[in-house]
């Protein structure tokens, strides 16, 4: 059985760092490209970085240079380091194994792969 949980979300002041998780099982994390989404109240989901299974990253421009994605196959666990983070970064945040895409249109594949539950990152000014 396929799951992916991630941990820890919190609530940073703005400026602040957070360090996100997904700890995946059930499947082999370099079968499958990997990315982080985000949604938050009253709002649609949106992408913010992927990595495909060569490496190969890609990021939401209201990210780059702030927010940095990665993986460790020998742990099958994703990361997403979050710097210099802002309030509009407040949101639920979930990690995705999904088919291969840049984040801009990796999002239309959504049906078809796996999601973990989310993790909440507050950040207050």
């Known amino acids: 059985q396929v799951q992916l949980v991630e941990s820890g979300g919190g609530s940073v002041q703005a400026g602040g760092s957070l360090r996100l998780s997904c700890a995946a099982s059930g499947y082999t994390l370099s079968s499958y490209c990997m990315g982080w989404f985000r949604q938050a109240p009253g709002k649609e989901r949106e992408g913010v970085a992927a990595?495909?299974?060569?490496?190969?990253?890609s990021y939401a421009d209201f990210v780059k240079g702030r927010f940095t994605i990665s993986q460790d196959n020998a742990k099958n666990t994703l990361y997403l380091q979050m710097n210099s983070l802002k309030p509009e970064d407040t949101a639920m945040y979930y990690c995705?194994?999904?088919?291969?895409?840049?984040?801009?249109?990796?999002?239309?594949?959504?049906?078809?792969?796996?999601w973990g539950q989310g993790t909440q990152v507050t950040v207050s000014s």
């Open positions: 995705a194994a999904l088919p291969c895409a840049p984040i801009a249109t990796m999002g239309v594949l959504a049906d078809y792969g796996y």
């Open positions: 990595v495909d299974s060569d490496g190969s990253t």
